[in-house]
């Protein structure tokens, strides 16, 4: 505010350029640079005012509008992928090609975490030790990157169901109550670990994280896709479904049979419909900008200063 005033008190003075050039009518130039009419007497003050407005204009005023607490509709997963060596089997059809299990189940995963806005969503991967490879997170984006980039045996051939569904009731733990859901995808039995799946699953329940379990894999293995059918205990071990179908019962969670990834997508999309939990947003005052009013009567005081003659210098 103050800088006009020190620029004129500090600033040396401008020295003349020698004698002035005398006019004959000076006085009708004089009578032309008196303020007239409404600005007539205002002189700097006029200029100080604009000065303000546009100092005031710069300093870009806001005000806090009222609180306002957006509702965030979501739930807390954690998703949960069999990586054992039995996921590399080649007994699933996608897009008109024969898949190997994990293809079949990321390309379902990814489908159905694009559908998640608004959702956490964590992943951990087990084969013979459990590992969480995300937490908890809005950012999609980073979970579908580590899932694409999972490989079957990244976390051993063998099947630690059991750890898995501990890891994940450890994960949980911290979240509100309603809000732990557990996703599992298997194609095997607890061949490894050190926790049993049902222990596992008491564990669970008392930490009250619901647990929906998947059974993949079609009954009869690669051969199948070329119309000669092959045993279970060809194909691999099989799938302790009595197992799966315990966990989710004892947790308050579903078991689900996907023989092939339409069927898996369609199981996908009815845990889609889980009932949402309604949490309180954080609350936020949003900012208004004020400095247009400052702004626009500097603009119509300028206006006004240019209208007449002689206006203040």
Not at 143 to 166: H, K, N, W, Y
Not at 266 to 276: K, V
């Amino acid at each position: 505010m103050p800088l006009p005033w020190l620029a004129r008190r500090l600033l040396p003075a401008r020295r003349g350029a020698g004698d002035a050039l005398k006019m004959p009518c000076g006085y009708l130039l004089r009578q032309m640079a008196t303020p007239r009419r409404l600005l007539a007497g205002t002189g700097p003050a006029a200029l100080w005012l604009l000065w303000f407005l546009l100092c005031a204009a710069l300093a870009r005023p806001q005000v806090f509008g009222l609180a306002q607490a957006p509702p965030l509709s979501g739930r807390d997963l954690m998703l949960a992928v069999d990586l054992s060596g039995s996921m590399s089997e080649t007994d699933m059809e996608l897009g008109g090609q024969v898949v190997d299990r994990l293809t079949a189940a990321k390309a379902v995963l990814a489908d159905f975490m694009d559908r998640r806005e608004g959702d956490r969503v964590g992943l951990l991967v087990f084969g013979q030790r459990a590992y969480a490879l995300t937490p908890l997170t809005r950012d999609r984006e980073s979970v579908r990157e580590q899932l694409r980039d999972s490989v079957v045996g990244l976390a051993g051939r063998e099947t630690a169901l059991g750890d898995a569904i501990g890891l994940a009731v450890k994960r949980l733990r911290a979240q509100p109550e309603g809000q732990r859901v557990l996703i599992l995808l298997t194609d095997g039995v607890n061949t490894a670990g050190l926790l049993d799946p049902l222990k596992a699953a008491e564990l669970a329940q008392g930490e009250g994280v619901r647990v929906h379990t998947i059974a993949f894999g079609s009954e009869s293995g690669l051969m199948s896709i070329f119309g000669v059918p092959m045993p279970a205990s060809a194909a691999g071990e099989g799938i302790d479904e009595a197992t799966l179908r315990r966990i989710a019962v004892q947790t308050g969670g579903r078991f689900f049979r996907a023989r092939d990834a339409t069927e898996l997508a369609g199981i996908y999309a009815d845990l889609d419909r889980i009932e949402p939990i309604a949490l309180p947003g954080e609350a936020v005052r949003p900012r208004l900008e004020r400095y247009p009013w400052p702004l626009a009567a500097a603009l119509l005081l300028a206006a006004l200063l240019g209208l007449w003659p002689g206006r203040a210098r």
